[in-house]
């Protein structure tokens, strides 16, 4: 057993140059490879989120500009429609007002036309009269001559 454990020992001792080499080499990697490695990933990381914090505060942003873009399309719209039913209820009254003129003037003419027709049916009445009684004047003359003869 003391054999093993001496073999044992001389392993070891023949194997310290090898596990400091290790080490070294280790801390040599950890330097030189994945520090960089490391740096790079991390600053990567960062550019990432960064990127993304960017696009989210671009997004937001956008948003609150088409949602104001919306609103003052939205007013704009309604002083437009607001404009049309203005001009719509100005159109509507001349219109009406046009319409009541033109009904007192047909009113007017048609009552006009009334009284012409009636002084011109009075006048013919009137003619008629005095022509019916010449008229039975001379029927009666001539009926009367007729029988003299």
Do not use: C
Request: aromatic share 4%.
């Amino acid at each position: 057993m003391e054999q093993t454990l001496q073999a044992l020992t001389g392993i070891l001792i023949k194997a310290i140059p090898t596990i400091i080499i290790l080490v070294l080499l280790h801390q040599f990697l950890k330097a030189v490879l994945f520090g960089p490695v490391e740096k790079m990933l991390k600053q990567r990381g960062e550019l990432t989120h960064g990127a993304r914090k960017a696009a989210e505060h671009s997004l937001a942003n956008a948003e609150r500009k088409t949602t104001e873009y919306e609103a003052k399309l939205r007013d704009a719209k309604s002083v437009v429609y607001k404009e049309q039913e203005d001009t719509r209820k100005t159109w509507m009254t001349d219109q009406a007002e046009q319409v009541a003129r033109a009904k007192a003037d047909a009113e007017a003419k048609v009552a006009a036309a009334k009284t012409s027709i009636l002084a011109d049916a009075a006048a013919a009445r009137t003619d008629l009269a005095q022509s019916t009684a010449a008229l039975a004047d001379q029927i009666a003359t001539n009926l009367v001559s007729g029988r003299a003869q």
